[in-house]
């Protein structure tokens, strides 16, 4: 191997190689330990069970998308994805963009033509702008101490990078690699959840307090990301061929028990994750010769693992 | 359209419709611009042509890679590349790794194995390091004004992001989109050229100043994000049919005149380039409510066009 690896998902690949059970944490004297030591030794307690009906899977040919909506932050745009997720909206409808370095869009391709758009069902077709919500207990923030041109702070909360302004109290779901967000038009408020993004690129941050952020993929960000790019304008697919169908959509709540992801989320106010975040500061890799002594907000990855199945207890 | 183009390579899209000749520049004192309003109008002296011989063209089947390289960073690197493309050292090698939001990397796949590497012909196989260099008169530097966390200053340098340390005096290619470099191993003079990789995720700014870049893919970013990415260890293929066969890499001024990239980069010591700095900073599109009114070092697109067609004089 002749650079080193930036695993930001472990699902599949790391998996099997975690620590399953009988973690203990290290306490912070010892010496500097690489990500991957600390998530296979992060205890039961660093990791986090999404809530599924905060997940969405959307299923491809190539295999699964799985996003964790955000409603602290997007709860009218949350209400509405499991609205048309439930009734089956997203359903034979297609991915219809790849901007190289930018986004992968899905929706109605025909959404903008009234005569064949695909009726919205049960869901609400105008939602207001939650570009922002105000800063509130329930939404714990850990703070990033780097410096950030784009927000006054940032920092993690609830799994998701933010931003944050306290004197204006205000926090917002950052665009990093991987962000799901609500495509609207030039009025604030003319996104309804019914055309998604998901930022593929270098972190389009000067999209942040633009536009409803409503989640993050936390599984099938390649599959996503390896779709043919498009050079028309905005990426967009110019021939129906060449747009990738999606199968489903389902809210994993409406899942059989078998389907639904078994995935966790290191919680990102954990001490765990806190030494993951120093250890991206400074890697303790060996084949790192100098520090950088910083870290940005979407240069952090929030790990992702299969949930452990569980185990008989023993003596270990 | 429900989210804003991001425009990042001008060939091919764009190329169409841009002004070819008889393009004025306007006065700084003019209404605030969109990106693509700069680059139209941007005068022929803000385009610059790369010199053929800092210039690389890999042949994949799915289309051509153009690459500039950088000799003012990495002499000894770029005189390497320059000997093994001569000597058709990549030629039927393959691209070997693909890791989510992280790189893409090829070269000999049995390199390791000395009793299968490709041999180097009269190309070096030892090189020293050249992670920086000295900060020189010939490396005229575009100060970036905005906040980074990686480094003292950042801007721009003969159409290449870098970095700064005026105190240290030296001067580097930074890790953003685009940007190749020479993988190592853990010693840091390790690398020789015949393993390069490709920046295609969120900017990995901890590599700078650890490993060597060289240059930067001006066309066809887009073949090489949208390959299959592997979630194995690393991103490397596992099956070695999964790895895509590079046909050939030729120095352009080793391949016939009709067969050179005519593709001409924005002057990043231009005035041009400096309003598009400040377009991308504040955005001027009618779609933005809010302007960051900051840009990140890797947010900068450097603009690629084709090189015009000599036009007759015209009255205009």
């Known amino acids: 191997m002749r650079l080193p690896n930036a695993i930001t998902c472990l699902t599949g690949a790391l998996a099997a190689s975690l620590a399953t059970s009988a973690a203990i944490a290290q306490p912070a004297a010892t010496p500097p330990r690489t990500m991957d030591e600390i998530v296979a030794a992060a ?4 990791w986090r069970t999404p809530d599924p009906n905060d997940v969405l899977v959307m299923t491809l040919d190539s295999g699964r998308v799985v996003i964790e909506l955000a409603p602290g932050y997007a709860p009218e745009h949350v209400a509405n994805l499991r ?10 409808l297609t991915i219809n963009r790849s901007q190289d370095n930018f986004v ?11 005569a064949k758009a695909k009726p919205l069902g049960s869901a609400k077709a ?11 207990d329930d939404l714990a923030f850990a703070r990033l101490p780097d410096v950030d041109g784009w927000a006054p702070q940032v920092g993690f909360s609830g799994g998701f990078p933010v931003g944050r302004d306290p004197q204006a109290g205000r926090q917002w779901l950052t665009h990093c690699y991987a962000t799901v967000g ?7 408020d003319s996104s309804n959840g019914t055309e998604l993004y998901v930022v593929t690129g ?3 941050r000067q999209l942040d307090l633009n536009i409803t952020t409503v989640g993050r993929v936390l599984e099938g960000m390649h599959l996503l990301s390896a779709l043919p790019r498009s050079l028309a304008p905005g990426g967009f697919y110019t021939q129906p061929a060449l747009r990738t169908p999606i199968r489903r959509v389902a809210l994993a709540s409406a899942l ?9 989320v290191m919680d990102t106010g954990s001490a765990s994750f806190e030494a993951l975040v120093e ?3 400074n890697r303790a890799d060996a084949w790192y010769l100098r520090k950088a002594g910083h870290i940005d907000l979407c240069s952090v990855p929030i790990p992702v693992r299969t949930t452990p199945a569980p185990t008989a207890p023993s003596g270990g």
Chains 1, 2 share one sequence.
């Open 43 to 46: 205890p039961a307690s660093a």
């Open 83 to 92: 609205t048309l997720a439930r009734e089956g909206y997203f359903d034979g």
């Open 104 to 114: 992968v869009q899905w929706g109605d391709a025909d959404g903008e033509d009234p």
């Open 126 to 136: 105008a939602l207001p702008a939650e570009f922002d919500t105000a800063i509130r």
């Open 182 to 188: 609500a495509g609207r038009g030039n009025a604030p």
């Open 202 to 204: 270098q972190s389009p």
């Open 256 to 264: 059989p028990e078998a389907e639904r992801p078994r995935l966790q």
């Open 279 to 281: 250890a991206r500061r």
